[in-house]
């Protein structure tokens, strides 16, 4: 079984992919250090050489033709559900679990903006404008998750009983 978290940058996709997958005994994919350990760069210096319609495009190729353990938890990309048909084609390769968080809940974690590249610079009032922005058009694809869980707080029991 494969079970893919989906979620806004911050939300704790990475940190929680661990702790289930130490739980359950099963391993971990994350897809942004897949793709970071096979260009050899950061997902910043991607942007910046390629732009972000190429990155889209190789997150797409990196989900889908990835060669997945048979039991394993998998970290995404905060965008990576919202391009091409990934959040289908996860819907159908797996368990997906929308991580949501409130907009400040999410400021308030986002700590390290200069690795992400929409993120560069910004202060806290320009961070939640553009979260609130951001949120909304992904929710449409966000919420198409098997499971939606609130991810401040989570007790991870919680989304291994469901
Ligand atoms: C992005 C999220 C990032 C990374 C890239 C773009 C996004 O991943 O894929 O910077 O569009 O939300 P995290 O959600 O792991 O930060």
Redesign the pocket.
Known sequence: MKVFLV????CG??TKAKQLASRLGCEVVDL?AVIVAKQGKS??EY?AEHGESA?RKL?QETLQSYAYPENCIV??????PCFFDNMEWMNANGKTVYLKMTPPQLVSRLHNREK???LKGMDDEQLLAFIETKLTERNAFYNQAHLVVNAFDLDIEEVVSS
Not at 7 to 10: A, I
Not at 75 to 80: P, R
Request: glycine share 24%.
């Open positions: 979620g806004f940058m911050g996709k990475s942004d997902i910043a942007f990155f997150e970290a995404t990309g905060g965008g990576l992400r590249p929409l």
